[in-house]
């Protein structure tokens, strides 16, 4: 599959390399800079993107493509602008997704010996396909992660010595129950305006 992209000045053809360098392309002929003589004095204005075989960025010098792929700059640009989809994990999820993905190679990482698989593997991903955590490792700019909001919880001690949480009943009134997962969560400022003397704080899971 190829893309030829059709730019008219030297600051679209930075931004073109810039968004296929991102997605880590790069000349064909190794050397990942902006190559400006190839559009100030060898006068091209088409570049041209191989995801095939030969994967690259090159050049048309003659501007002399003509094919099906061949695509304006704006039409170009505004195929970037994809909507981003926002995950919600854990710190510890990000940090370890964010290690594997600054590798060279984050790929090879997974199967290799060296852990990341497993350490991936044992972490709760509810919601969140193979296919996404793939795609966010290979740097694809619409899928973005971040930290869940940290929730918290109230607890305390009944008269029979057992730890019971703080919800709110059907009323809207607050209660207790022994039951952790059937409680009132919420940030820490919100929670603050619940807490009383009887009651501690402490994370939700």
Same mark, same amino acid.
């Given at each position: ?13 930075? #931004?073109? %390399? ?5 997605? /880590? ?8 800079d !902006? ?7 060898? *006068?091209s204005?088409? %570049? /041209? ?5 030969? &994967?690259?960025? #090159? !050049? /048309?010098?003659?501007?002399?493509? #003509?094919? +099906?792929? @061949?695509?304006? !700059?704006? +039409? ?5 602008? &994809?909507?981003?989809? $926002?995950?919600?994990v $854990? ?11 600054s ?5 090879v990482? %997974?199967?290799?010996?060296?852990g990341?698989?497993?350490? @991936?593997?044992? @972490?709760d /991903?509810? *919601? ?8 966010? %490792? ?6 973005e ?5 940290? @929730?918290?919880r109230?607890?305390r001690?009944?008269? =029979? *010595?057992?730890?019971? !949480?703080?919800r709110i009943?059907?009323? *809207?009134?607050? =209660?207790s129950?022994? +039951?952790q ?5 919420a ?6 305006k619940?807490?009383?003397p009887?009651?501690?704080?402490? &994370?939700a899971?």
């Amino acid at each position: 599959m190829e893309t030829v992209v059709h730019v008219i000045t030297l600051e679209q053809w930075k #931004s073109v %390399l810039d968004v296929w360098f991102e997605q /880590w392309y790069d000349w064909l002929i190794p050397n990942n800079d !902006y190559r400006e003589s190839y559009f100030t004095i060898s *006068g091209s204005r088409q %570049l /041209w993107l191989n995801v095939g075989e030969h &994967k690259g960025i #090159s !050049y /048309w010098s003659n501007n002399d493509y #003509s094919g +099906d792929n @061949l695509i304006e !700059y704006a +039409d170009f640009m505004a195929q970037q602008e &994809k909507e981003m989809t $926002t995950y919600e994990v $854990t710190q510890e999820q990000l940090e370890l997704l964010d290690k594997v993905k600054s590798m060279p190679y984050p790929f090879v990482e %997974l199967i290799t010996f060296n852990g990341y698989r497993r350490k @991936l593997d044992r @972490l709760d /991903w509810s *919601g969140i396909s193979n296919d996404v955590i793939l795609k966010y %490792l290979a740097h694809d700019e619409t899928i973005e992660f971040k930290v869940k909001e940290q @929730l918290y919880r109230l607890w305390r001690v009944d008269s =029979d *010595g057992d730890r019971v !949480y703080m919800r709110i009943n059907r009323y *809207g009134t607050p =209660d207790s129950s022994m +039951d952790q997962h059937n409680t009132f969560t919420a940030p820490l400022e919100e929670i603050k305006k619940w807490q009383t003397p009887a009651w501690e704080i402490e &994370k939700a899971d």
